[in-house]
């Protein structure tokens, strides 16, 4: 059986609840899911909570709350946002689960074993926010590297886990991999921050500084560094090392995908500490880019935060999805801007994709009593397999009738190398051109001359070809807005989807599959509610 894609999220602290920089990681995640789903493949989706450390427990204590009790009290919001935006993840972890918990003493106990771990005096200065000891070199202008935040001066007797021993080969292996750390300019920087000497890792806290977190085996006196333990959720849940066969039915993880700010430790804590297990590594760290407003980063701290239910209570589940997904290319920053998102749902929602349907299906109604013609076209397109469009691939011949060079753009590729701005760019593309061929045609003048049979002709297979545009648009957009695309392909009675093998000519499409979804000509088309209403103007 072959391995699922195996897609993982950062485990989000529970400290508040979710903003609109999580629900981004989450969308992003699902959206590259649902795309490998679709096109056959098996998917192992995780994602859940990081529960343990100083900030939780001071959120906890702040509220007058055990924490565990805070944190069972917290995980339920993260749930029901995922729900809200359709995540279809396929297991949530939290990393005070009991199995967890146990993988990771048993990683320290074996690290412990091959003498990876040592016991030192240490002085330095510490980052609660970030949870991060820095050297007094490491400090700028006295403040955490990191976050600018103050920093405190600690003196403690700690665990400490040998990073730097590994540093010549890391270099090396991210020189080796160049797909290891996406995009590039995430990866250089990573490359830049190894230019200067790696620290030992620092993971265990005191019990008396901070009790909440999981026991460190081997003294009592110690819990394990809550960075240490939640990097470890992506093999916990399968099992490592316990069950080794189990293990290897998912691992290593496809890819990663982590905002900017935490690369660090994906690209580096977490490639070393597999290493000195004896791990294979994961294929792919895909770090994106921040969502900020007023130039600072959207952050509870910062108290900037933009709550992901408010927008899509206000502009709905897809709108928000389509707008997060479209406004950025993944590894960038980008500006979030509630105007910017009236703008689009406006533009690219309400007057393209949903005026393209509703054009459809009008024409559909008034030309056709709302059917499917019988026209030759259809039954030409459903029989052989020339009329197909790819799904995330180039179709040539698809590209020659529409007179398009542009179509070429490969929404396979542009998914698989984690661009799915590039890829929605290339579905909006067929919507501009499915609305020019409207015009080219005129429908409503060949109804008029309707007598002439040649006419009638032409006007079915316009009608038909159109539908048959709008059902691919649909199919093409199952990974990005998946509700809107189910509607359109329920309103138009599409009840399945055929797969076709690529034209082998080209060897480049040999793994690309064809998804061609079904019309029958005599169908009933629904034209619906309107997908996408005109917004009211904002008070
Ligand atoms: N708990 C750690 C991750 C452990 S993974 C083993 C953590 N949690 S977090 O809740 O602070 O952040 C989780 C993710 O949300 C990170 O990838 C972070 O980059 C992302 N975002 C938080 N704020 C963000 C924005 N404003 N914009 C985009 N993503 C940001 O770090």
Not at 39 to 50: A, Q, S, Y
Not at 401 to 406: C, D, N, S, T
Not at 459 to 482: C, K, N
Request: glycine share 6%; with cysteine; proline share 5%.
């Amino acid at each position: 059986m072959p391995k699922p894609f195996y897609i993982t999220t950062p485990l989000y602290y529970v400290n508040a609840k979710p903003h609109i920089g999580h629900a981004y990681t989450n969308i992003l995640c699902d959206t590259f899911a649902r795309y490998r789903r679709f096109r056959g493949e098996k998917v192992f989706f995780l994602t859940g909570t990081d529960e343990h450390g100083t900030k939780i427990e001071k959120a906890a204590r702040e509220q007058g709350k055990e924490p565990k009790a805070y944190v069972d009290e917290m995980v339920p919001q993260f749930k029901e946002l995922w729900k809200l935006l359709g995540i279809q993840y396929d297991h949530f972890i939290r990393t005070t689960d009991a199995e967890h918990k146990k993988v990771v003493q048993d990683i320290l106990k074996d690290l412990e074993a091959r003498g990876e771990i040592y016991k030192k005096d240490y002085r330095g200065w510490y980052c609660t926010p970030c949870e991060s000891f820095w050297t007094d070199l490491q400090l700028i202008e006295r403040k955490c590297p990191d976050c600018h935040r103050d920093v405190q001066e600690l003196s403690e007797e700690n665990y400490f886990f040998k990073l730097s021993s590994y540093q010549d080969w890391l270099v090396g292996y991210i020189k080796d991999n160049p797909k290891f750390i996406q995009p590039e300019i995430r990866r250089n920087e990573i490359l830049g921050f190894l230019r200067e000497p790696l620290q030992d890792l620092c993971i265990t806290r005191p019990r008396a500084r901070l009790a909440w977190g999981i026991d460190y085996p081997s003294a009592k006196e110690y819990v394990v560094y809550v960075w240490f333990d939640a990097l470890i959720n992506y093999v916990s849940i399968a099992k490592y090392p316990a069950v080794k066969e189990k293990f290897g039915e998912v691992w290593p993880a496809d890819v990663h995908v982590v905002g900017k700010d935490i690369l660090r430790q994906h690209a580096v804590y977490w490639p070393i500490m597999l290493k000195a297990c004896g791990v294979e590594m994961p294929r792919t760290v895909l770090a994106h880019g921040w969502w900020t407003m007023g130039g600072q980063k959207v952050s509870k701290s910062r108290g900037n935060v933009v709550d992901p239910v408010e927008l899509v209570k206000k502009y709905g589940t897809d709108a928000f999805r389509y707008y997060l997904l479209h406004e950025v290319t993944v590894g960038y920053d980008g500006t979030f801007s509630e105007d910017l998102l009236r703008e689009r749902y406006t533009t690219g929602l309400a007057n393209g994709l949903g005026n393209l349907w509703r054009r459809i299906a009008t024409m559909l109604e008034k030309y056709c009593g709302g059917r499917i013609p019988h026209s030759e076209a259809l039954q030409s397109h459903q029989a052989n397999d020339h009329f197909k469009l790819p799904l995330f691939g180039m179709w040539r011949g698809y590209k020659k009738a529409l007179g398009v060079e542009k179509w070429n753009d490969e929404l396979y590729e542009e998914l698989t190398e984690f661009d799915p701005r590039l890829a929605l760019n290339s579905i909006w593309d067929v919507i501009t051109i499915a609305d020019q061929t409207i015009e080219d045609k005129k429908p409503w003048i060949l109804y008029k001359e309707c007598d002439n049979s040649e006419k009638k002709s032409e006007l079915e297979r316009t009608l038909v070809e159109l539908a048959e545009w709008m059902a691919h648009i649909a199919v093409l957009l199952l990974p990005f807005l998946p509700t809107t695309a189910e509607t359109i392909l329920k309103y138009l009675k599409v009840d399945e989807i055929r797969w076709s093998l690529p034209e082998m000519d080209d060897p480049k499409q040999e793994a690309i599959s064809f998804a061609k979804p079904l019309l029958r000509a005599g169908n009933v088309v629904e034209r619906g509610e309107i997908l996408f209403p005109p917004l009211e103007e904002e008070s």
